[in-house]
Nanobody, 122 residues
Framework: QVQLVESGGGLVQAGDSLRLSCAASGRTFSSYTMGWFRQAPGKEREFVARIRWSGGDTFYADSVKGRFTISRDAGKNTMYLRMDSLKPEDTAVYYC???????????????WGQGTQVTVSS
């Protein structure tokens, strides 16, 4: 079993930055993918970014490319999402997830955190 705990959300103004963290514990494997997803009120959960734990390959949704940076610290078993130039439309609950495949599809992620709220005011 894998446990994921997000932290770092909060209320910020447009243009500000935030860094989210996702701490993983429990049974983990070297060959897996970690991802960030978000869900705004009344909308479906959407992919934000992913990183291959072994090798560090990354991929971003077009809506955040150039503003968000995903990274990981293998020694701490922790993943990060640095969010710069935040916009009101980035407001959502952000979830981290772990999956086996290098994919942007939520159904390919078996383990999920509880989510952390990010609110960006205009």
């Amino acid at each position: 079993q894998v446990q994921l705990v997000e932290s770092g959300g909060g209320l910020v103004q447009a243009g500000d930055s935030l860094r989210l963290s996702c701490a993983a514990s429990g049974r983990t494997f070297s060959s897996y993918t970690m991802g960030w997803f978000r869900q705004a009120p009344g909308k479906e959960r959407e992919f934000v970014a992913r990183i291959r734990w072994s090798g560090g390959d990354t991929f971003y949704a077009d809506s955040v490319k150039g503003r968000f940076t995903i990274s990981r610290d293998a020694g701490k078993n922790t993943m990060y999402l640095r969010m710069d130039s935040l916009k009101p439309e980035d407001t959502a609950v952000y979830y981290c997830a772990q999956g086996t495949y290098y994919s942007s599809a939520a159904e390919n992620y078996a383990y999920w955190g509880q989510g952390t709220q990010v609110t960006v005011s205009s």
